[in-house]
């Protein structure tokens, strides 16, 4: 069984910086991608970015286009998301999941607090 753990989020101001990580652990893990999704008070999951895990391709949401980045770190299992010039828009909590070959997200992340205070 993989489980997908991430680093914990935390508290900065609009305009910082923070660094998300999510590891996955398990005896096998080889996905067709991993992506980031975010959930804030009263909307529902929000797709923020992808990677394809082979190839590298990312793909964003609009709303964080030139502000976050997402990478990946194959040989240690692990996906990051670097969030730059972050505004209180942004407050939510940040989840990874893998995505099967068959396009099915079949694990997720228990889900990291990022508030970012005006």
């Known amino acids: 069984q993989v489980q997908l753990v991430e680093s914990l989020g935390g508290l900065v101001q609009a305009g910082g910086s923070l660094r998300l990580s999510c590891a996955a652990s398990?005896?096998?893990?080889?996905?067709?991608?991993m992506d980031w999704f975010r959930q804030a008070p009263g909307n529902g999951r929000e797709f923020v970015a992808a990677i394809r895990w082979t190839t590298g391709i990312t793909n964003y949401a609009d709303s964080v286009k030139g502000r976050f980045t997402i990478s990946r770190d194959s040989a240690k299992n692990t996906v990051y998301l670097q969030m730059n010039s972050l505004k209180p828009e942004d407050t939510a909590v940040y989840y990874c999941?893998?995505?099967?070959?068959?396009?099915?997200?079949?694990?997720w992340g228990q889900g990291t607090q990022v508030t970012v205070s005006s």
């Open positions: 999941a893998s995505k099967s070959w068959i396009g099915k997200y079949d694990y």
């Open positions: 398990g005896r096998t893990f080889s996905p067709y991608g």
